[in-house]
């Protein structure tokens, strides 16, 4: 089941379309991922958000 409901970063409205009728940003998915204890990614998305906030060990 996808979600319907959008809401836009600029504003902070929601909506239902994928530009906002508003102020004409891009709209983001409103609901957060389903969480599941045996994610596939998850050690991948971890390692990318690590090394873009530039957190983590640092290399010799």
């Known amino acids: 089941m996808r979600w319907r409901i959008r809401k836009c ?3 902070g409205r929601y909506s ?3 530009t ?3 102020c004409g940003n891009e709209t983001k ?3 957060p991922p389903k969480f599941s204890p045996e994610d596939p990614y ?3 998305r ?3 958000k690590r090394e873009l ?3 983590g060990k640092v290399k010799a």
Do not use: D, N, T, W
Request: hydrophobic fraction near 35%; proline fraction near 10%; charged fraction near 25%.
């Open 42 to 44: 998850g050690e991948y």
């Open 29 to 31: 998915i409103a609901h």
């Open 53 to 55: 906030l530039g957190i």
């Open 16 to 18: 239902l379309k994928e």
């Open 46 to 48: 971890r390692r990318l």
């Open 9 to 11: 970063p600029g504003c």
């Open 20 to 22: 906002c009728p508003v």
